[in-house]
């Protein structure tokens, strides 16, 4: 799986945009991108995934650039319950039987305020 | 629907002992992945069973096993516990058919070895 970077925390006020930057310079063409999050004592949410075109869903939306070495995620309207670590990975899908590895940086912090 | 359920939700061992954790995949979901959590840092894969059969083992000792039911429902063994297997162990499911079956976690279990 290609390496992913991403920035430590990011602060972001309530009802406002969360953008949150990946860096996954590496990535091969058969990797898509995907996020997760992870609140205090849960295990991961998925939130969105992608592989060379934007994507929207009821939580957020995917902007992933044209040569897809970088994406974004977009939290449209962030509430204090986005409060959470966000995990970009970058993963092949094997396909057919198998898909069940990620690899998991240390993600960013996000924390939305008042 | 049901999530992902994992059992039991805390559990305290002693050096040396041995712990079985368990993992009920959502209904159809045919994958099933086993991954730990050290506090501070993102989730490290340990296994992925799919019908049954390991699919795939990260960097773990031998003293981690697992396996899957006919239910699809599965165990995560581990053997001689030491003080750095206190973790959190969580269980993802997937259909495993297609790029967009994304994994969906449980909860986890919180082991801690003393």
């Known amino acids: 799986d290609a390496k992913t970077t991403q920035p430590p925390s990011m602060d972001c006020a309530e009802g406002r945009a969360a953008n949150l930057p990946c860096n996954h310079s590496t990535i091969s063409g058969n990797e898509y991108v995907y996020w997760y999050r992870q609140i205090h004592s849960q295990g991961p949410q998925y939130i969105i995934h992608g592989l060379k075109n934007n994507e929207t869903n009821e939580m957020a939306s995917l902007i992933i650039t044209e040569d897809r070495k970088s994406s974004t995620l977009i939290l449209p309207h962030a509430t204090l319950r986005d409060t959470a670590v966000y995990y970009c990975i970058a993963a092949a899908f094997a396909g057919g039987t198998s898909y069940g590895k990620l690899t998991f940086g240390q993600g960013t912090i996000l924390t939305v305020h008042p | ?114």
């Open chain 2, 1 to 114: 629907d049901a999530g992902v359920t994992q059992s039991p939700t805390h559990l305290i061992k002693t050096r040396g002992q041995h712990v079985t954790l368990r993992c009920s995949p959502i209904s159809g979901h045919k994958s099933v992945s086993w991954y730990q959590q050290v506090l501070g840092q993102g989730p490290q894969f340990i296994f992925q069973y799919y019908e049954k059969e390991e699919r795939g083992r990260g960097n773990f000792p031998d003293r981690f096993s697992a396996r899957q039911f006919p239910n699809y429902s599965s165990e995560l063994n581990v053997n001689a516990l030491l003080l750095g297997d206190s973790a959190l162990y969580l269980c993802a499911s997937t259909s495993g058919s297609s790029y967009n079956s994304p994994l969906h976690f449980g909860n986890g279990t919180r082991l801690t070895v003393t």
